[in-house]
């Protein structure tokens, strides 16, 4: 039995999201953890750091290393973190003094993390831009009609389809605007070392956290940000920020399909056990439960900025419970919200 709903043999048919699950897959992390593994033997190799011949025969065995996901599990129970038994498997298939040395857990881990971010919002901005487009066709076709307008759920003065439409499509935009400027804070390199002051680099730090960098596309730092989190709290403030506006368009399009409000119909709906002649806003309904799902996480997420020290062994995996999560939650809000928006066969006073 699994208690996550993304994942649920049945639940999962509402909440899943396959594209997202397939970004933030075990197979994927770990390929992920392996990019990074082969490229600092690469950078420490070009920099003298690690035999030359040496480090490219271990980044070419951790490219294709096998890894036991049983034993990394066991290590986890022990270790708190995967890397301590990956290495162990890297070592035992790859030169050993070329494989992770002067890196750390964090760096391998975060990078990750970094990796799939950098996936997740190709896949969130892509959705965005669907569904802006989607809402634009409605707006052409439904735009000028007439609808009731409504203030605090009750009869106001008199608009049009357009005018609400706006308020949901308008958002969209912003969004993706904002997406773009937290990538730049967040497909960031992480490289820290032990105690996140790249001692066991020595000169050589700056040249091997940039040709790391290059390596996986992401950008260079001049300090390990592995303490400083605001950058990723950042990032799950705006995925709340995305369902609470898929959300406002769920929450309205429900209002709308009342019976006896009928501003709205669309193809398709949930069916009754009970009552047959039911069609009810099941997806429409599910975009506030998400909303107010990633609403209340954001609050986690902030208290995983808490990093003690140079490190965090509280916080940290925090983060791990939480942010995979929002992420799930939003690409599954932002495709209902598009299959919505395709199902709309009317909009307007009926």
Partial sequence: MTSAVFD???????????????????????AQ??????????????????????????????ESAKIDFADIAAGMAQDGVPVPRLVKQLKAVAPAEAVHKGATSQDVVDTALVLSLR??????DTRLAGLDEALTELEARFGNAPLMGRTRMQAATEITVRDRLLAWRLPLSGHRERLAALRLQVERVQIGGA?????????????????VAQELGLASTDKAWHAM???????????????????????????????????????????????????NPVAAELLVTLARYNATQVSAMHHAMLHEQERSGVAWTLE???????????ARALAVAQDIAGKVTRLGAS
């Fill in 8 to 30: 649920h043999p049945w639940l999962s048919g509402l909440f899943n999201d396959p594209e997202m699950a397939a970004l933030l897959s075990p197979e994927r992390q770990m």
């Fill in 33 to 62: 953890m392996l990019a990074f593994e082969a490229a600092w033997s690469r950078a420490c190799g070009a920099a003298g750091l690690f035999d030359p011949e040496m480090a490219a025969e271990a980044a070419s065995a951790i």
């Fill in 119 to 124: 996936d997740a919002s190709n896949l969130i």
């Fill in 195 to 211: 105690s996140g002051d790249r001692k066991a680099l020595g000169d050589k730090a700056d040249a091997v956290v940039t040709a």
């Fill in 229 to 279: 989190r605001e950058g990723i709290a950042g990032y799950a403030s705006f995925l709340s920020l995305v369902t609470g506006t898929l959300g406002k368009i769920g929450g309205d399009v429900a209002l709308m399909a009342q019976q006896g409000v009928e501003d709205i119909a669309l193809s398709g709906g949930g069916g009754s056990s009970a009552m047959p002649h039911k069609q």
């Fill in 320 to 330: 791990w419970m939480v942010l995979p999560q929002m992420l799930m939650t939003t």
